[in-house]
């Protein structure tokens, strides 16, 4: 699986006014585990994951996967979005099977891998089912699959729930769960839902408002398996008024 490395990592955005979106960030994520970034909207959440999916180049600093330095896009390191970007005119089984086709692999080779995904993602039914025809949160099911198809050594995603209602958005957020298990994949997950972060994740890692610090970083304590019923046992929202209480503390450090 996936190893993560940030070392002093500063992106700084030029122009008559340059903008420090990222300033000396250090964080390391070890192999299975999954790292939730949480902060306020325009804190570099998204600019820090772009990074280490090699979508943007840093400013100075060392990022590192696997040991290896990142310098662009890899199968190796999938990215999953808010919005699925599916192709229109493909089928659900066509849409994750598009990676693997593009690369010209068999598809005796990658055949089983998505009958497994469709399993996983409960879309059994609905392979030969058109984007248009599937609702929000099943098309969001296909973008991950379509994501694990290439079997990633890491899942990076920026908010991929977020459009989703809440109900939806629970029951997404469980799948994930069921499939982390599963499947022991490093995520780096970003969002600015505490209980999204706190369900999901091993560590909270908090940004501050830009220019992007990585001010404190949370250990998880509550037991795996979880799930979305947890949201409302009194372990959770200790752990939440704790969380929001060192949030709040981060704010007045670097108001």
């Known amino acids: ?8 990592v500063v992106k700084t955005y030029p122009g008559k ?11 390391d994520i070890g192999e299975g585990e999954f790292v939730a970034l949480l902060g306020p909207s325009g804190c570099g959440k998204s600019t820090l994951l772009n990074l280490i999916a090699g979508f943007e180049e840093m400013t100075s600093g060392a990022l590192s996967f696997n040991g290896g330095t990142v310098d662009s896009p890899g199968p190796e390191r999938a990215v999953v979005f808010q919005e699925a970007a599916l192709l229109p005119w ?36 609905f392979a030969h089912s058109l984007p248009s025809q599937l609702s929000g949160g099943m098309r969001q099911r296909v973008g991950i699959a379509r994501a694990l198809v290439m079997d990633p050594k890491a899942l990076l995603m920026d908010e991929p729930f977020g459009a989703l209602d809440a109900q939806t958005r629970m029951s ?18 970003v969002t600015h839902d505490i209980d999204e972060a706190i369900l999901l994740a091993d560590r909270i890692c908090i940004m501050s408002a830009r220019p992007g610090r ?15 019923d947890q949201l409302t ?4 929202i200790r752990h939440k008024a704790a969380i929001m209480a060192e949030m709040r503390e981060a704010q007045k450090e670097h108001a």
């Open 1 to 8: 699986m996936g190893t993560i490395r940030f070392r002093e």
């Open 17 to 27: 006014q340059p903008v420090i979106a990222l300033d000396r960030v250090n964080l």
């Open 90 to 125: 493909l089928t659900v089984e066509q849409n994750i099977a598009f990676g693997p086709s593009v690369q010209k692999r068999p598809r005796a080779e990658y055949e089983p891998k998505i009958r497994e995904l469709l399993r996983l993602v409960g879309l059994e039914r």
């Open 172 to 189: 997404m957020q469980q799948l994930l769960l069921d499939v982390w298990q599963s499947l022991g994949t490093t995520v780096l997950f």
């Open 214 to 228: 990585i001010t404190r970083e949370i250990t998880v304590d509550l037991p795996r398996p979880r799930s979305v």
């Open 233 to 236: 046992d009194p372990a959770f």
